[in-house]
């Protein structure tokens, strides 16, 4: 059975191995994953990867979102695979043929997600890029094309808003795996940031969200442990009821 902090994804979106570590020792007990992305990862390298597995048993996720040509992508992805990680992500944009030969030489069995559409993104940033109206008019159609991709092609899940996980886990179903980033509790600066398709951490779950992805309303907190609390706290209510 899953518990409130196994919902809990944490970006150490900080740029040194200090600061990092200073957010794994003080959060380590409040969350599922820590996620290390690619300020953290190109800023000191795969010792933060070994540094979280020995102070802290949550588990990690490796979000570096490769987007590039196939035989690139394979090889990032391999080399991202062999540090033992649990998720780590791939856009959607190269299509279901770069997708699928990542999914069929994983050795490691890490879950790979892929990238629908960015939850800083909004309608006319999608017109600025010149997708179809449809899309413009309509961004969940846009996340549920590129989430059928990611399935036909084998992947484990997406990472989409909290706002597209409902459509998401009905037309691809509940085991299909749905992180969301773009969470902003009530309490939190919502609408002030670069996160334009927002939800709380409540309703996310309410809407199927395998696991959510918080960061600014706890890094950012006065106090980042009582706001990863606050977040158990809205997590557990949502999964209770
Ligand atoms: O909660 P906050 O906005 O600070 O979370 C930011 C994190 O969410 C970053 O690590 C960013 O990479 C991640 N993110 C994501 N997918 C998106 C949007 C943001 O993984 N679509």
Known sequence: MKRPKDYLIF?????????????????????GLFKVGLELFVSVGPKILRTIRERSEAGIFLDLKFHDIPATV???FLAASAHGVTFTTVHCDEGEGLLRS?????PSGTKI???????????????ELGYLDRYVNDI?????????????????????SGLEVEKVKANLGKDFIV??????????????DDQKRIIT???ALKNGADY??????????????????????????????
Do not use: F
């Open 201 to 203: 951490p409540y309703q």
């Open 11 to 31: 970006p150490l979106d900080v740029p040194t191995y200090q600061e990092a570590i200073r957010y794994v020792e003080i959060l380590k007990e409040h969350v």
């Open 74 to 76: 394979k090889g990032a």
């Open 102 to 106: 990542v999914v069929e030489n994983n």
């Open 140 to 160: 969940t159609e846009l996340v549920l094309l590129k989430a059928r991709m990611a399935k036909e092609a084998g992947c484990s899940g997406v990472v989409c």
């Open 212 to 241: 959510i992805v918080v960061g600014r309303p706890i890094r950012i907190a006065e106090k980042p442990i009582e706001a990863a609390k606050k977040v158990l706290d809205e997590i557990e209510t949502a999964i209770s009821e």
């Open 113 to 127: 997600l892929a990238v629908t559409v960015l939850t800083s993104l909004e309608s006319k940033n999608l017109k």
């Open 179 to 192: 992180v969301t980033p773009g969470i902003r509790p009530a309490w939190s600066l919502g609408g002030k």
